[in-house]
């Protein structure tokens, strides 16, 4: 008996482990006059799949772009992993994308602003598209948003101007405000980093919370929220008041402050909490 448990432990330990797989993406863009690539993320046996999955749009940084969360973040890994413990759901993970690293001279960002109606792109062009196209998504229930930095501000913000469209969102080191110049864009060269940080200004999460009215606070009530930041993150201020206003504002929402800094290690920790986040609320068959 003893031989044969072995034996069967080593077979298993060469079967190739269960994996899925990332492809890359563009869709001709009419609001943006662009082409726009992007990343899915396909869990194990989609292909023999017919059915559909729920979807999370995982966002990128400022500098960054769709390549970003593949290769700095090893995301498929941690995707494998929780999928395969059964920590997360089998889901389709989306990483579109809004810039590079050439943030002086290539406009990014997720939100509307002069030249670039990013916003716009997202809901009108690329959220049906690939919801269509990789048989995923479709209604808030099976829909969750998350990111980091500037996606996490996006995700945030995408939550509470679209609150029926996301059951979750999962923001990890959120810009979530300009008003004390924390990114410092140009003022004097007016370039596009300049740009972003201003739409930033003008979509603040947290002005939005403090003024938001009881109708638009009880459907923000309806997204589950998770905000993520190092103790030793520049940006943190920002998600301690929002987290307070929210907590005033009566709406639900988590905040977790580890040891860390605004950087690819704490964010790779991050998406570890954030799928099983994202699977437990989506809505279930």
Same mark, same amino acid.
């Given at each position: 008996?003893? #031989?044969?448990?072995?034996?069967?432990?080593?077979?298993?330990?060469?079967?190739? &482990?269960? %994996?899925?797989?990332? /492809?890359?993406?563009?869709?001709?863009?009419?609001?943006?006059?662009?082409?726009?690539?992007?990343?899915?993320?396909?869990?194990?046996?989609?292909?023999?799949?017919?059915?559909?999955?729920? /979807?999370?749009?995982?966002?990128?940084?400022?500098?960054?772009?769709?390549?970003? *969360?593949?290769? #700095?973040?090893?995301?498929?890994?941690? &995707?494998?992993?929780?999928?395969?413990?059964?920590?997360?759901?089998?889901?389709?993970?989306?990483?579109? !994308?809004?810039?590079? =690293?050439?943030?002086?001279? /290539?406009?990014? !960002?997720?939100?509307?602003?002069?030249? *670039?109606?990013?916003?716009?792109?997202?809901?009108?062009?690329?959220?049906?598209?690939?919801? #269509? #196209?990789?048989?995923?998504?479709?209604?808030?229930?099976?829909?969750? /948003?998350?990111?980091?930095?500037?996606?996490?501000?996006? =995700?945030?913000?995408?939550?509470?101007?679209?609150?029926?469209?996301?059951?979750?969102?999962?923001?990890? =080191?959120? *810009?979530?405000?300009?008003?004390?110049?924390? $990114?410092?864009?140009?003022?004097?060269?007016?370039?596009?980093?300049?740009? $972003?940080?201003?739409?930033?200004?003008?979509? =603040?999460?947290?002005?939005?919370? %403090?003024?938001?009215?009881?109708?638009?606070?009880? @459907?923000?009530?309806?997204?589950?929220?998770?905000?993520?930041?190092?103790?030793?993150?520049?940006?943190?201020?920002?998600?301690?008041?929002?987290?307070? @206003?929210?907590?005033?504002?009566?709406?639900?929402?988590?905040?977790?402050?580890?040891?860390?800094?605004?950087?690819?290690?704490?964010?790779?920790? &991050?998406?570890?909490?954030?799928?099983?986040?994202?699977?437990?609320?989506?809505?279930? @068959?």
């Amino acid at each position: 008996m003893k #031989k044969t448990i072995l034996l069967l432990a080593a077979v298993l330990a060469f079967l190739p &482990a269960r %994996a899925g797989k990332i /492809v890359t993406d563009s869709l001709s863009s009419r609001v943006l006059g662009a082409t726009l690539k992007y990343n899915v993320y396909l869990p194990d046996g989609y292909g023999e799949s017919r059915g559909r999955y729920p /979807v999370v749009y995982l966002l990128h940084g400022l500098s960054d772009d769709y390549s970003a *969360w593949k290769d #700095k973040g090893n995301m498929r890994l941690v &995707a494998d992993e929780l999928m395969r413990s059964g920590e997360a759901c089998p889901m389709v993970i989306v990483m579109p !994308g809004a810039g590079n =690293s050439d943030i002086h001279n /290539v406009q990014s !960002g997720y939100f509307n602003m002069p030249g *670039w109606s990013y916003e716009d792109f997202f809901f009108r062009e690329l959220l049906p598209s690939v919801e #269509k #196209k990789y048989r995923c998504g479709g209604n808030k229930g099976r829909r969750a /948003v998350m990111g980091l930095s500037m996606g996490g501000g996006g =995700s945030v913000v995408y939550c509470q101007r679209h609150p029926d469209m996301f059951s979750s969102c999962y923001a990890m =080191s959120p *810009w979530l405000d300009e008003k004390n110049a924390e $990114v410092r864009g140009d003022n004097d060269r007016k370039d596009k980093l300049y740009i $972003v940080c201003n739409a930033v200004r003008e979509h =603040s999460a947290i002005d939005f919370i %403090a003024g938001a009215d009881e109708s638009v606070l009880k @459907k923000l009530r309806t997204v589950a929220w998770f905000i993520d930041c190092g103790d030793d993150d520049f940006l943190l201020h920002l998600s301690m008041d929002f987290y307070l @206003k929210m907590r005033d504002a009566g709406v639900p929402a988590q905040l977790r402050v580890r040891d860390g800094v605004h950087n690819w290690e704490y964010w790779h920790l &991050a998406l570890r909490m954030a799928l099983p986040f994202a699977s437990r609320n989506f809505e279930k @068959k």
